[in-house]
């Protein structure tokens, strides 16, 4: 599987054919290898055939990831099982043993923001986010920037200094609010500026993402220019005062480097013996612009040469990060720590798509090799920070393995909680941590669904026993916790352990429940709770886990609230449509006279007979 290829399959069309033809229509798995022999991707696939015919279709639309592996196939090679689950299990086991280029991911730090601009909207908006390619196809997202910081003021900036849209929904059905007023927002929910005139100064803004504030700087210098030749004097000053925002934003920014006209970037990594971060800085016109950043965990399998492995990595990075940039933003020199896998090959490609040659260059010497050497710097900063949370997060789960007699650290933890005023808008949170840390991309909330439980009655047990049986219903799945923590005493734990002895899973799932008063830890069927100190590293950790639980359904029973509280009662009765409403509250001017009216005074009403009437009063006094 390791013979030398000369050159790509996309580059000899006959040869491509021929590979394609020999495939067969049987389920099973395939390998996709480089001109060196390596193995780029491993793939499994119910028709074989049909599956590696869709990578080379002028037709078929890839992720940027996928389109880059292609250009590079230069062999393929396959094997054929009996089922599609063969192949699975095939597929997985090989790609443990081999670990191919293109299936080891960069791995996605939620702590890491990005922006990202929706540009598949109409009015686009844009807005931090830790999820990347979530939405639309045609969306653009930037970073990962590691001062969120001074990310979230140079949003705030940018909302002061043009005219966007401030808010993701209007606030009155038929006329713009304030922000229009007072020139902060264009009139995007009346669609008072054209598309093409707001996605223009979206465009701004992504120009500041992108690095390339000099630029926006001097086309603005130039529209200022023509506003003041035609006598336009406030729009002059409104660019004037623009362009003085986009300078302060860079000011004290200033790297020391020859040839300022010359955008680039830095790349450079620090690893321990399991984990690895990256930086990547952005230099444009002298000003370091942006500071990305990347962590990923190394290869079990790592070869004795590091500078190659470290040169793999950076340049996994790379692709990963130019794959979902637009060709302006790619600089045209690219500083390296260590030499790339295929450096000829990536500077080619990244030029492809520049218009316009780009060099990846080693730096030994001088003012360049100390700009990498800085940006080694941050990133064993990085590294040393991430380290000493993981050790803490480790040590916490280990003591918490130790209190609570678990076979194994629990990697997956699963927090529950209810939140409601007295019954009114009952929710609950299901919060998770993984190695420790929150993963909010796999948070949930829940409506309680009893009609036992309304406004004036609450039922806490009841809920959490809903909650459970709803998360386990259909069984164990791939995402199944190593513990569950249930915010509550004996009370909330023992309505949750009946649900598991109905869904047989009491014995299959490890559970506790944290009273909030002492802190005190529960097992089931245990009256007594266990013996603990509040402050040791695992009951911290389940504190946490309970605090952030309480945080998320809190939030999510505000929304509810306010929503409940935007609508009027009379939207929940049968029959009312606007017209009778309106009448209805003419007649008796609030509702509190509504609700102690007797049916034959609200019969009374125009429009409202007998029946409808005995139906009002009904669900006032149930």
């Known amino acids: 599987m390791t013979t030398l290829i000369q050159r790509p399959l996309l580059k000899e069309p006959e040869k491509l054919q021929q590979r394609l033809k020999e495939i067969p229509a049987e389920p099973g798995v395939y390998f996709m290898h480089s001109r060196q022999g390596d193995i780029l991707y491993i793939g499994k696939s119910k028709v074989l055939r049909n599956r590696v015919r869709s990578y080379f279709r002028e037709s078929r639309v890839h992720s940027p990831r996928i389109e880059m592996m292609v250009q590079q196939v230069a062999e393929i090679e396959f094997i054929v099982t009996d089922t599609e689950a063969e192949a699975l299990a095939l597929e997985a086991n090989l790609i443990k043993q081999h670990q191919p280029y293109y299936n080891v991911l960069l791995k996605d730090d939620k702590k890491y923001p990005y922006v990202c601009i929706t540009w598949s909207e109409e009015y686009p908006r844009f807005f931090v986010t830790r999820k990347r390619n979530i939405g639309h196809q045609g969306d653009r997202y930037y970073g990962p920037y590691v001062d969120s910081r001074l990310l979230r003021y140079t949003i705030s900036l940018m909302k002061r200094i043009f005219p966007l849209r401030q808010r993701r929904r209007p606030l009155f059905k038929h006329r713009p609010c304030l922000n229009y007023d007072i020139g902060r927002c264009p009139g995007v929910c009346q669609k008072l500026i054209s598309s093409e005139d707001y996605r223009q100064t979206v465009q701004k803004i992504a120009m500041v993402f992108q690095g390339r504030s000099s630029e926006l700087e001097d086309s603005l210098k130039e529209q200022m220019a023509i506003a003041a030749e035609n006598l336009r004097f406030e729009k002059a000053a409104q660019i004037r005062d623009q362009i003085k925002a986009i300078s302060a934003l860079n000011a004290d920014q200033k790297v020391s480097l020859p040839d300022d006209r010359v955008s680039r970037d830095a790349i450079a990594l620090a690893a321990d013996d399991h984990h690895c971060a990256i930086q990547l800085f952005q230099v444009r016109a002298g000003r370091l612009v942006g500071r990305l950043g990347f962590f990923t965990e190394l290869p079990a399998n790592l070869s004795d040469n590091l500078e190659q492995e470290y040169g793999k990595i950076l340049q996994h990075v790379l692709e990963n990060h130019y794959a979902n940039v637009d060709g302006v933003e790619i600089p045209a020199e690219i500083l390296v720590q260590y030499p790339l896998r295929d450096q000829d090959w990536l500077a080619g490609f990244l030029g492809d798509r520049r218009a316009g040659k780009v060099q990846i260059l080693q730096p030994q010497r001088q003012l360049k090799a100390e700009l990498i050497a800085m940006v080694e710097r941050n990133a064993q900063y990085e590294l040393t920070r991430t380290q000493r949370a993981a050790d803490r997060n480790l040590a916490a789960m280990e003591d918490l393995a130790t209190l609570l007699d678990l076979p194994i650290p629990p990697k997956r933890i699963e927090g529950y909680d209810i939140s409601h005023i007295q019954g009114s808008n009952a929710v609950a949170s299901q919060v998770v941590f993984i190695d420790g840390i929150p993963a909010k991309q796999d948070y949930r909330h829940y409506k ?175």
């Open 448 to 622: 309680i669904q009893n009609p036992d439980i309304h406004i004036g009655r609450s039922d806490d047990f009841a809920s959490m026993a809903e909650i459970m049986r709803r998360r386990f219903q259909k069984g164990l799945t791939k995402d199944a916790p190593d513990l569950i923590m249930i915010d509550g005493g004996k009370g909330q734990l023992s309505a949750v352990m009946k649900v598991m002895e109905e869904l047989d899973l009491a014995d299959k799932l490890n559970i506790v429940s944290l009273a909030k008063k002492q802190e005190q830890v529960y097992f089931p069927y245990e009256s007594n709770p266990i013996n603990s100190d509040k402050e040791q590293p695992g009951i911290q950790l389940l504190r946490r886990v309970r605090d952030e639980a309480h945080r998320f359904a809190v939030g999510f029973h505000r929304q509810q609230r306010l929503k409940s509280s935007r609508r009027s009662q009379l939207d929940d009765i049968p029959g009312l449509g606007h017209h009778r409403k309106k009448q209805l509250l003419a007649h008796f001017h609030s509702l509190d006279y509504l609700r102690e009216a007797k049916p034959e005074q609200i019969a009374e009403v125009k429009g409202i007979g007998n029946r409808l009437a005995e139906d009002i009063h009904r669900y006032f006094h149930p």
